[in-house]
């Protein structure tokens, strides 16, 4: 990495241009292997001067030279040492790539993979090597939970399957909003004339048995507190409910299906309905008593505040149950609470504030030792959602942190039990490195892989110091690109030269990289990838 970075100090742009003249190397693409590349080329141009050279050439004499980079260690810096280097490097930390696959695939999980028995096996049978668990979300419960899945699903398969967990790190999230109603909504499929022309697909199923089969995709499920209620129904029966608003509506089984821990039903449903925990549901039939099934467990909707371009928000240290009990008394205004204390210690008026990944901008009017006064300047022409965990950026703040959270420390006893690989989030110069690594050794972990995850301007210029100040402990090492944060830290227009820039300085380290944030989100959420996510990923395999 060192040999990289003398390098990307010179003035090289003439000697570029001569060495491609002369069909030698690209200094672009030889990052992994700097010194070894540049000896090879010193020894074809002392051949090429000696056998082949012409006085007419256009090529700069500039470029020949007698002597050699470093000699005494010409033979530890070979194309093919330092090549093998980088491959164990990255099969130590993130494990040997399995059926011939040149990159490992890392895939975020949450809550969802514990309600669905099938979640995680899916996952790795479609070639998922690391399973990421964000401690930001979630409690150890649920960790335990998706990571006995992990380990249960990875032996079964004979497919090994790492565990990394990311530390929260510093990060600032809008806080709890109060809950909506737990009502949830069933639509059918209308067209332009407000005519039926598909009815809404809707999975009945008892609780114990968990999410619809993955082959199904229900506009809602719902779950009923009486298997025998649903082992009785039969395809065409007629259930009758009266939902939220006391609207009479029916439900019409279409099909019957048996799942892990008894039975569920699709039943097609024409006209929209509201229904709530406690609804009861009725079966008649002309054969055989009536039957009685209650509607249970129907989540709360999430709820959030909408945001236009000119509205004020405003940021409050307090919890929602008492923001609940304040009143707001300009119209145009939002209040949100944040319980990261030092937001309200690093900002000044005139400072930019972003939330959500930037989907939403604003600027700040006004602060004092509890509030925040934000105006908002960008946000989508009919209002843009903001909602409870939301990231809050404060890109040109000077942010008075240091080091792991306590929340980090504690997380850090479970990651050390648990996990393969702990992800550290938010780091920014070396003494973030070195209390990282004053925790590890106090818990004796130095086999437990580390990823530094570069989400900031501040990460982003100290890396290479970073770096080294890592590699002098014995953990694994990679570096996560956080694309989500640092574009909005650095500036969306920055993204791309900033990613390439990471990638090549940990391939001159020999240090992996993971490729972070909204690869291929489209096809996640819709089926279909965007043309540019295509070349995204691809590149990222690259």
């Not at 969802?112 to 419960?141: M, V, Y």
């Not at 004020?312 to 707001?328: A, K, N, Q, T």
Request: hydrophobic residues 40%; charged residues 25%.
């Amino acid at each position: 990495m060192i040999h990289y970075l003398a390098l990307r100090c010179l003035d090289i742009q003439q000697l570029k241009e001569d060495l491609t003249l002369v069909g030698l190397m690209n200094l672009e693409t030889i990052n992994l292997h700097v010194l070894s590349s540049l000896n090879a080329s010193i020894r074809l141009l002392e051949a090429l001067k000696s056998n082949s050279l012409n006085p007419n050439d256009s090529v700069s004499e500039g470029i020949f030279t007698e002597k050699r980079l470093d000699p005494q260690n010409d033979g530890k810096f070979t194309i093919q040492a330092m090549r093998k280097k980088a491959s164990s490097n990255s099969e130590f930390l993130l494990g040997r790539l399995q059926d011939g696959r040149t990159t490992h695939i890392m895939v975020t999980v949450g809550q969802e993979a514990t309600e669905n028995e099938t979640f995680i096996t899916d996952l790795i049978k479609a070639g998922t090597s690391i399973i990421r668990i964000n401690c930001a979300h979630g409690n150890p419960s649920i960790w335990s939970e998706i990571i006995k899945r992990v380990k249960e699903s990875s032996q079964m398969l004979e497919k090994p399957c790492r565990i990394l967990m990311d530390l929260a790190g510093p990060k600032l999230r809008t806080g709890k909003l109060k809950s909506g109603p737990s009502v949830v909504k069933i639509s059918p499929k209308k067209n332009a004339s407000g005519n039926v022309v598909f009815p809404a697909q809707v999975w009945l199923s008892h609780r114990e048995a968990g999410t619809p089969p993955t082959h199904l995709s229900p506009d809602a499920v719902l779950f009923v507190d009486d298997q025998q209620f649903l082992s009785e129904l039969e395809i065409g029966d007629t259930i009758r409910f009266s939902d939220a608003r006391g609207k009479k509506r029916l439900l019409r089984i279409s099909k019957k299906i048996h799942v892990f821990s008894g039975t569920g039903c699709v039943a097609e449903c024409t006209r929209t309905a509201y229904v709530q925990s406690g609804t009861e549901l009725h079966l008649k039939g002309k054969k055989r008593r009536s039957q009685l099934g209650k509607v249970v467990d129907v989540p709360a909707i999430e709820p959030y505040i909408r945001l236009r371009v000119g509205d004020l928000l405003v940021i409050s240290r307090c919890s929602s149950s008492e923001l609940d009990e304040m009143h707001v008394s300009m119209s145009g205004t939002h209040k949100i609470t944040c319980s990261s204390g030092y937001l309200f210690d690093s900002v000044t008026p005139g400072e930019p504030i972003a939330f959500d990944d930037g989907k939403i901008w604003g600027v700040i009017k006004g602060t004092d030792i509890s509030e925040i006064i934000v105006s908002i300047t960008h946000a989508s022409p009919k209002g843009s959602k903001l909602g409870s965990d939301k990231s809050i950026n404060i890109p040109e703040s000077n942010i008075r942190f240091e080091g792991l959270t306590s929340k980090d420390l504690m997380d850090l006893e479970f990651v050390a039990a648990h996990a393969d690989i702990v992800g550290v989030s938010f780091v920014r110069d070396i003494h973030d490195i070195v209390v990282l690594r004053q925790e590890l050794e106090k818990r004796k972990l130095q086999n437990l892989g580390v990823i530094l995850k570069i989400e900031t301007k501040s990460g982003f210029e100290n890396l290479p110091l970073m770096l080294l100040e890592a590699m002098k402990s014995s953990n694994p090492l990679g570096v996560m690109i956080a694309r989500g944060d640092l574009a909005v830290e650095c500036g969306w227009e920055m993204l791309a030269d900033m990613q390439e820039e990471i990638i090549s300085l940990c391939g001159a380290a020999h240090i992996p990289v993971v490729w972070a944030t909204q690869v291929l989100e489209s096809l996640v959420k819709s089926g279909v990838p965007t043309r540019a996510e295509i070349t995204d990923a691809a590149h990222g395999r690259r």
